[in-house]
């Protein structure tokens, strides 16, 4: 089978260890094209990490012949615009997550995949990882016995960026990420549960902005239930003083408990009435490593992956239900 070219649009922070290196490090996979706005930016990120070629127009990487297939790593507000072009010029796609700003989007992208038949994924890559793969494992081996709910809670203070007065992070304008730090952190996490226990059937929730740094909301609290009957629920705030910090996912089952974080990596604690046993993350040098290694695989064997554009769409779904209030009210 034949190796997987990759151009990557958006050559920025997330690039340089999370993903880029690994596709230089899958079988099967090279990366030969960046692209960014700043040209001296991707020409400075060819150079440093080994790439032929360089972009400062996306459409001149899309329409490469030596590019097969396309990573977008912008933020969100041009995913569904590259993804599209892309999938048009017949070239698979990995896009980073959340999977656009909007829905509708979301629902575009899906659509143009299914006229070309061109795949789509989404750099859900806790689906891959071996901690959360953990989880899933005692939950299908009934360890904690029926799985009844689970909580998610997330605090922690405002990062510098997000406050800053003369640039703030696009993670807190809802015009380019879709919502706030809500939509950047919580996607992961509600995409996670969605592998665990199926869709998402009905969801609502409330969110607000409450210290007025930025427009878009700091603090949301949200209830949902699975289509397997598990009920949920999850509190985030991103403006609370260190004190308050957590990063706790919780699920109660019949016969015991399952405690893990969803970003902090701590080991996973099984917590039954025999007491705790704790499970390390073990995660790969490069976190996406293991999904960028299913998207080649699914690439050059047309088989499904564990990440999609169908799956993708359903964590926006749920998060534009949860804070739709707010910026309808707006």
């Known amino acids: 089978m034949k190796t997987i070219h990759w151009g990557i649009i958006g050559c920025g922070d997330v690039t340089e260890m999370k993903s880029g290196p690994a596709f230089n490090k899958v079988e099967g996979s090279r990366l030969v094209a960046v692209m960014r706005r700043n040209g001296e930016k991707a020409k400075d990120y060819a150079s440093r990490h080994g790439v032929p070629v360089w972009y400062d127009n996306a459409s001149a990487l899309i329409n490469d012949s030596r590019v097969d297939a396309v990573y977008v790593a912008t933020p969100p507000e041009s995913h569904a615009r590259y993804a599209i072009e892309a999938m048009k010029a017949g070239k698979p796609v990995y896009v980073e997550k959340p999977m656009a700003t909007t829905l509708d989007e979301c629902h575009e992208m899906n659509a143009v995949s299914a006229a070309t038949g061109v795949p789509l994924f989404v750099a859900y890559y806790r689906r891959t990882l071996p901690g959360f793969l953990k989880v899933k494992e005692l939950i299908e081996e009934q360890v904690i016995g029926a799985p009844l709910m689970v909580n998610i809670r997330l605090m ?93 996912m919780d699920i109660i089952g019949s016969k015991g408990r399952i405690l893990f974080s969803g970003f902090d990596h701590k080991p996973v604690q099984l917590i039954t009435k025999e007491g705790t ?33 169908i799956s993708a769409a359903r964590t926006n779904a749920v998060m534009q239900k949860i804070v739709g209030d707010y910026y309808a009210n707006r």
């Open 156 to 248: 922690r203070p405002p990062l510098p960026s997000e406050i800053a007065t003369d640039a703030p992070s696009w993670r807190v304008d809802a015009r380019i990420a879709g919502g706030g730090i809500f939509y950047d952190l919580a996607s992961h996490q509600l995409d996670f549960l969605d592998f665990l226990f199926g869709p998402i059937v009905t969801c609502g929730g409330t969110a607000a902005n409450r210290a007025g740094y930025y427009a878009s909301e700091d603090t949301v609290v949200a209830h949902f239930t699975f289509e397997n009957g598990v009920v949920g629920s999850g509190q985030w705030c991103f403006v609370t003083d260190e004190a308050s910090q957590c990063d706790h």
């Open 277 to 309: 046993i704790e499970f390390p993350y073990l995660n790969p040098e490069n976190i996406q490593y293991n999904m960028i290694k299913q998207v080649v695989e699914s690439i050059r064997t047309h088989q499904p992956c564990i990440s999609s554009g």
